[in-house]
Each structure stands twice: as C-alpha cells, then as structure tokens.
C-alpha cells in the first residue's frame, strides 16, 4: 500500500505485537473481568483492541465510544465530539479505555469524565503510543504501549483523514514537513 509523502516506516508489526504481549500481562494481572468492562475509542483503538483482547479472559465485557476532535486534519480541532455512545451499563464498574495515541491528552479526558458520569467506578486508561511531549499528561495512561516524539503517525488504526487506518506497520511524518 502507498503511504503519503514525508511518512517513513516506524515501527513494525513484529515491534507491535511483542508490546502487545507485556501490555497484555499487565492487563490480566490488574484488572478483574467480573469488575471491569473494556472501552475501545474508535475507529483508533480498532486494531490495538483487537490483538490485545485476543489474548485476554474472554469474558471481559467490550464495549465501544466513538469520539473525534481531529476531524479531518493533523492537528486537533479543540473539540470533542460523541459520534457513538456506549451501549452498556457501566455503573459500579471500573471501565478500561483504550485508546490509538496520547497526544494532547483531550480526548482521553473527555472519555474519562463523560464515564464516569455514567456511573462508573474507576477509569484506567491503555494507549499504544504516547507522545512525549506531553508529559504532563502520563497520568491520564496507566499503560503505555511506546513513548513517541512528537510527530504524525499511521497505520495500525491510526489514521490520516479517515485513511491508512489497515496499514499493518505504524509509520511516522518526518518533523522537517510541519
Ligand atoms: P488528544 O485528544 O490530543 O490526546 O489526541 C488523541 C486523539 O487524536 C486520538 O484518539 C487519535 O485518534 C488522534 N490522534 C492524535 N495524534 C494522532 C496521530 O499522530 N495520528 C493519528 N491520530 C492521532
Ligand atoms: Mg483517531
């Protein structure tokens, strides 16, 4: 498949799931699937949820929370906004969300609250890059796949514009092309 312009090969299937594997101890040792139910963020966490719970207990309930701020662009626009809401009861539960990427920290915050005024318990969130330059925001990721510089990233479920989504290697904007 082509990548755009200025996107050069990141991090490799192979890198991916061997993290994957240690993200996916971590999760069985800390989280009950009586207890807890686990919220993907779409369309980004498609993949990164997919090959995580593959590995899990299956009986961890799924659910799913559509949300957007970076409509159509590279950069963020500010707000966030619901196109899906959870499907299931949350009350009393810890809910784990799982997400593409941590960049500005926006969107995990707003999944965080909009759960727990949905009655949940605890939120724990579970991202597969978060980028550095925010560190202020680790706190929002309880588990973090990869720490990355500060850039534009595709592949993996991580996309460009709605595409690049099914690209199985993550792939990275050179910094020197804005
Ligand atoms: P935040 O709200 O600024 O933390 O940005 C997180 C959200 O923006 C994620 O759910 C991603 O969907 C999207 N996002 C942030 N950085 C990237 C990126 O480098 N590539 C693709 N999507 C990104
Ligand atoms: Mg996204």
Not at 21 to 40: F, L
Not at 108 to 116: D, E, G, P, Y
Not at 165 to 177: E, F, N, P, Q, S
Request: hydrophobic share 35%; proline share 3%.
């Amino acid at each position: 498949m082509e990548v755009p312009r200025h996107y050069s090969l990141f991090l490799k299937k192979r890198q991916i799931q061997d993290r994957l594997g240690e993200m996916n101890r971590e999760i069985s040792e800390n989280y009950d699937p009586s207890e807890t139910i686990i919220v993907g963020i779409l369309g980004g966490a498609l993949f990164f949820m997919a090959d995580l719970v593959r590995n899990l207990d299956p009986g961890f309930p799924l659910d799913f929370l559509a949300l957007s701020s970076y409509l159509w662009e590279e950069k963020s626009s500010g707000t966030v906004h619901i196109n899906k809401d959870l499907s299931t009861d949350c009350r009393e539960k810890t809910v784990l969300i799982l997400d593409d990427i941590l960049d500005t920290g926006q969107t995990l915050k707003f999944a965080r609250r909009h759960v727990l005024g949905r009655g949940a318990r605890a939120v724990e969130s579970a991202v597969l890059l978060a980028k550095e330059e925010h560190r202020g925001n680790r706190i929002l990721a309880r588990h973090v796949g990869f720490y990355v510089p500060d850039t534009f990233y595709i592949g993996y479920g991580l996309d460009l514009k709605g595409r690049y989504r099914g690209l199985k290697d993550i792939y990275r904007k050179a910094t020197d092309h804005g």
